[in-house]
């Protein structure tokens, strides 16, 4: 495997009856990282959120423009390709001209 499975830990885990003492924790993290945590969380809540709904609206999106120019592109390829060629030949005569130029 390429890595270990992740159930028989989980089962293992959740099968134990020792849970770490609460107290232990709490007195071995700082008042700063509790602060911290306590503002921290709500903020990548939000801005995960609000993440997930941008990339819920731009994947659509992208997907129709992808499919809009391949049947662009299916339909008239020969002009794209001869566009294509010639932004590249504009390009490099601009590209040596600098060159020339300087």
């Known amino acids: ?59 659509p999106a992208v997907l129709v423009a992808d499919a809009a120019i391949q049947r662009v592109y299916a339909t008239r390829h020969d002009e794209v390709d001869d566009c294509i060629d010639g932004a590249v030949h504009v390009a490099r005569l601009w590209y040596l001209t600098a060159r020339l130029a300087a």
Do not use: C, D, K, Y
């Not at 099968?15 to 007195?27: D, G, H």
């Not at 990282?33 to 990339?55: E, M, R």
């Open 1 to 59: 495997l390429l890595w270990r499975p992740l159930w028989p830990r989980a089962r293992g885990w959740a099968t134990t009856s020792s849970l770490p003492a609460a107290r232990a924790l709490a007195s071995s993290v700082p008042l700063w990282a509790w602060l911290l945590a306590t503002i921290a969380w709500p903020v990548t809540l939000v801005l995960g959120l609000g993440l997930l709904w941008f990339l819920a609206w731009l994947v």
